[in-house]
């Protein structure tokens, strides 16, 4: 289902991007999941063995326990990747968010060499020497092993959302970062996105095929494994 926040942000910008066509949250892996239901079994089974406690008050609290760390992990992972005819979205869709961009990328501002499949979002966040809370990577720690696609495309500062001039290509050039476990049919929605944008050159192949790319999560490793990667001295 595509969040009313994206239709409204391709609505405004759909010289850019055209229509929304497929929406994903952020992959966060098992671990966020498995440690916030930890801690709902943990409180639970205190106030259980705790003498005296209500057995009412007990499943009321627990209730509203599991649906709080619900919302608490619904809002972790709202971070999303927009499809659209020709362009993408990507970001949190939550309005009025502080320090949480919703950057808006027309196909033929991404380079088509750039977009692959890497076998770890978060080490790729690591190798190319930015932290994983960088607002252009949209991966988590602990979700170690998830499938992410990476690809090169403006600078987030000149394509937040709403963007000034629809008309004025940025210039600077930065990569994005994306963990889903749907990583490698994501990369070739955005492909098509990129093509129907008239921006695939003749000839094209995909990167490795769209084959997931083994990254070590060492800098020294980025140009050799991530297309797009500049090297650790380098510049933009």
Known sequence: ???????????????????????????????LPLTLAGIVVLIWLMLVLSPGESPALTIGFTLFLALFMLGLYLFTIDSRLVVCERGILLGRLVPGLPFSPTYVIAGREIDPRTVAVVTDGAKTAAELGMPFFFFQYKTF???????????????????????QSRHRRPVRKSLFLFSHRSATKIAEEILHAIGRDGAIPPGFAPHEGLRPIPVTGRREDAVAQIPGAWPPDGHR
């Open 1 to 31: 289902m595509i969040p009313l926040r994206a239709r409204l942000i391709a609505r405004r910008h759909r010289e850019l991007v055209g229509k929304p066509l497929r929406s994903r949250r952020v992959g966060a892996g098992p671990l």
């Open 141 to 163: 720690p602990g979700a170690l092993g998830v499938h992410a696609v990476v690809f090169n495309g403006p600078w987030g500062a000149d394509i937040e959302a709403p963007r």
